[in-house]
């Protein structure tokens, strides 16, 4: 176990609508971290945020937003879903400054049909 | 443009036998970890290596990290179907971590 946790593990929806994802990092991680990992396909990288504050953006499209709330635990917004963002989504903590190693929650699974 | 390339991309070996992954960046990295992922779970961390040229033992398992701080590589000796499952380098700059392209090791009985 992690100590990371993302609900829900498994998400159907259909396409246009919006979904939240939400993960709680690990007691003490000050950074969440969100990546997406489609079909045999590598982690992508979407945003990073450091007690509460976007810290970094990777490819992350306009559709998808999100945000980390006081007590650390953050939420992942995707709306007018497309087939394509069918995907695994990902959520990792890590510590402040001196704690290096990322930590992986179990994924949320979600499915655009 | 990835940051972390790693090869081979994909490997299928026979058990016992033994094998490298290579993770290459031209970039400098405080830190660099490696993952093993399993289908349809999360990426669990196997190490962390900080020190250029530090090597690291996990039983089976050798990491390395280049002189540089550059570059990693990780060696199983002896593969077992257990070890089956994607590899991934990520290397730490500051608050951020950059993930490698993935290594798929399949390990057959």
């Known amino acids: 176990d992690s100590g990371v946790t993302q609900t829900p593990k498994h998400l159907i929806t259909a396409t246009g609508q919006r979904v939240t994802l939400r993960c709680s990092p690990r007691s003490g991680d000050l950074s969440v971290y969100w990546y997406q990992q489609s079909l045999d396909q590598g982690l992508q990288f979407l945003i990073q945020?450091?007690?509460?504050?976007?810290?970094a953006k990777g490819n992350i499209l306009e559709r998808f937003s999100a945000q980390q709330f006081p007590d650390l635990h953050s939420e992942l917004n995707l709306s007018s879903l497309e087939l394509g963002d069918s995907a695994l989504y990902f959520c990792?903590?890590?510590?402040?400054?001196?704690?290096?190693?990322?930590?992986f929650g179990q994924g949320t699974r979600l499915t655009v049909v | 443009t990835q940051l972390l390339e790693q090869s081979p991309q994909f490997l299928s070996i026979q058990e016992g036998e033994n094998l490298t992954v290579y993770c290459n960046s031209s970039?400098?990295?405080?830190?660099l970890q490696w993952y093993r992922q399993e289908p349809g779970e999360g990426p669990v961390l196997l190490v962390t290596?900080?020190?250029?040229?530090e090597v690291k033992k996990l039983k089976r398992l050798t990491f390395q990290f280049g002189d540089a701080r550059k570059d990693s590589s990780l060696h199983i000796t002896a593969a077992q179907t257990g070890d089956t499952g994607l590899y991934l380098c990520?290397?730490?700059?500051?608050?951020?971590?950059?993930f490698g392209t993935g290594t798929s090791l399949t390990v057959i009985p």
């Open positions: 970039s400098v990295f405080s830190s």
């Open positions: 990792a903590s890590s510590g402040g400054t001196g704690r290096v190693e990322a930590f």
């Open positions: 945020y450091y007690n509460g504050e976007e810290r």
């Open positions: 290596v900080v020190t250029g040229g």
């Open positions: 990520a290397g730490a700059r500051g608050n951020q971590f950059y």
